[in-house]
């Protein structure tokens, strides 16, 4: 079966702080794709990545950087020099090759202040 | 196109009664998702479409629950004799398959509160 695990449940950071959110998935497939969605306050899930299961080169995309490792099954998302406006709920997840129907953590609520 | 369009934003209805939302995805996409999204929970998956087809169903969807796509454009999701436990965050995605999988775009959700 699969599953997405975000132990966080919520971090709580000081603006400028860099950021860490964990993600740990379990899946049978050798193929599969894993995401991470930002939901603001507004409630529209807006995408920030996606990797495929053979791409495990770490990305970075402005202050944002993704840690990928089959061999512990994970997926980290850091954000270096936290904002105000990082405030919000994100979303591991992870869907089949053949499907792009997503299985969702629970999200991790990161609150920034100022 | 502005991305995926879900209609009503929110819905308040009695126990008992039937309400229906309406998807419209990005135009070029032929796969469409539907989620439901409780309270401090990630969105679970309910159905999805490629094209008019219904290709699966998760365990969540009851019989109280119907989903269709006609044409291959916009879906509908209804629910019949509501419960208070319906009460959640209704999302609707969209994606396309002609690339192989890409990410799937996100509505700003449906509300439904069952009083």
């Known amino acids: 079966a699969q599953k997405v695990t975000q132990a966080q449940t919520e971090i709580s950071v000081v603006e400028k702080e860099d950021v860490t959110l964990d993600c740990v998935y379990e899946?049978?497939?050798?193929?599969?794709?894993l995401f991470w969605y930002k939901q603001p306050p507004s409630g529209e899930l807006v995408f920030l990545i996606r990797?495929?299961?053979?791409?495990?080169q770490n990305e970075i995309s402005g202050r944002y950087s993704w840690n990928f490792q089959k061999s512990t099954s994970s997926f980290n998302f850091t954000i270096t020099a936290s904002q105000v406006v990082d405030s919000a709920v994100y979303f591991c997840?992870?869907?089949?090759?053949?499907?792009?129907?997503?299985?969702f953590g629970t999200g991790t609520r990161l609150q920034v202040f100022p | 196109d502005t991305g995926v369009s879900q209609n009503p934003r929110h819905k308040i209805t009695k126990r008992g009664q039937n309400v229906t939302f309406r998807c419209d995805p990005i135009?070029?996409?032929?796969?469409l998702y539907w989620y439901r999204q409780t309270l401090g929970q990630g969105p679970e998956f309910l159905t999805y479409?490629?094209?008019?087809?219904?290709?699966?169903k998760s365990r969540l969807l009851s019989d109280r629950f119907s989903a269709e796509r006609p044409k291959g454009s916009f879906s509908t999701l209804e629910i019949q004799r509501t419960e208070q436990g319906d009460s959640a965050m209704y999302l609707c995605?969209?994606?396309?398959?002609?690339?192989?999988?890409?990410?799937?775009?996100f509505g700003q959700g449906t509300r439904l509160t069952v009083v």
């Open positions: 995605a969209s994606s396309s398959s002609w690339t192989g999988g890409t990410e799937a775009f």
């Open positions: 899946t049978r497939d050798t193929t599969y794709y």
């Open positions: 990797r495929n299961s053979f791409d495990e």
């Open positions: 997840a992870l869907s089949e090759a053949d499907t792009d129907k997503l299985i």
């Open positions: 135009s070029e996409h032929n796969r």
């Open positions: 479409f490629q094209n008019e087809a219904q290709l699966e």
